[in-house]
């Protein structure tokens, strides 16, 4: 079983920058996969970005490309998101989680765990 706690979350003005984190419970952190996904409301949770199986490969939708980065530091059991140059578009609910299974990691359904999330909300 893994626990995930995001954090890191608030308002920021456009053009602004965030760092969220996400600190996971395993034993073993460096086995999972993680990424991050965020909902808005009134729409479906959507991937952002993710780290292959391989843990080293990292993945990015579209729209955050250029502009967030994913990281994560084993020794801390933790999981990182950059996000600058942010837009009102980015407001969300941001999700991280951990997977086990192979793929790519765009997927949610590859997911077996999920934190709470944590809300980012840019103002224009």
């Known amino acids: 079983q893994v626990q995930l706690v995001e954090s890191g979350g608030g308002l920021v003005q456009a053009g602004g920058s965030l760092r969220l984190s996400c600190a996971a419970s395993?034993?073993?952190?460096?086995?999972?996969?993680m990424g991050w996904f965020r909902q808005a409301p009134g729409k479906e949770r959507e991937f952002v970005a993710a780290?292959?199986?391989?843990?080293?490969?990292?993945l990015y939708a579209d729209s955050v490309k250029g502009r967030f980065t994913i990281s994560r530091d084993n020794a801390k059991n933790t999981v990182y998101l950059q996000m600058n140059s942010l837009k009102p578009e980015d407001t969300a609910v941001y999700y991280c989680?951990?997977?086990?299974?192979?793929?790519?990691?765009?997927?949610?359904?590859?997911?077996?765990?999920w934190g709470q999330g944590t809300q980012v909300t840019v103002s224009s």
């Open positions: 989680a951990a997977k086990t299974r192979a793929g790519s990691g765009y997927f949610s359904t590859q997911y077996a765990y």
């Open positions: 395993a034993r073993t952190f460096s086995s999972y996969a």
């Open positions: 780290f292959n199986s391989n843990s080293i490969s990292t």
